[in-house]
């Protein structure tokens, strides 16, 4: 099991920054994928930025060079910083650790962060 804890949603004016934190219960060493994902009102979730166990990480086009996701080891928590923010950044936030075993894949969640961006 891993259980997820996020925080730093909020409301924040359009071109505004925030950054996300999610705090993990395992160690990000062995958790394979750590990923970002938000869901807008009547809209499917959908991937926002990852980051690997070895540090690379990718972000959706509409969020590239605004939105960086970076992880710090040591405190097992992944952050989402959120420059420039627009109206359509307003969605709730899900942090996801994606786990490959000899069983399979598991997905966790957490409970998600609302983020509000006001024009």
């Known amino acids: 099991q891993v259980q997820l804890v996020e925080s730093g949603g909020g409301l924040v004016q359009a071109g505004g920054s925030l950054r996300l934190s999610c705090a993990s219960s395992?160690?990000?060493?062995?958790?394979?994928?750590m990923g970002w994902y938000r869901q807008a009102p009547g809209k499917q979730r959908e991937l926002v930025a990852g980051i690997d166990r070895g540090g690379s990480a990718n972000h959706a086009d509409s969020v590239k060079g605004r939105f960086t996701v970076s992880r710090d080891n040591a405190k097992n928590t992944v952050y989402l910083q959120m420059n420039s923010l627009k109206s359509e950044d307003t969605a709730v936030y899900y942090c996801?650790?994606?786990?490959?075993?000899?069983?399979?894949?598991?997905?966790?969640w957490g409970q998600g962060t609302q983020v509000t961006v006001s024009s």
């Open positions: 996801n650790a994606h786990v490959i075993g000899v069983m399979g894949v598991r997905d966790y």
């Open positions: 395992r160690s990000l060493f062995n958790i394979d994928v």
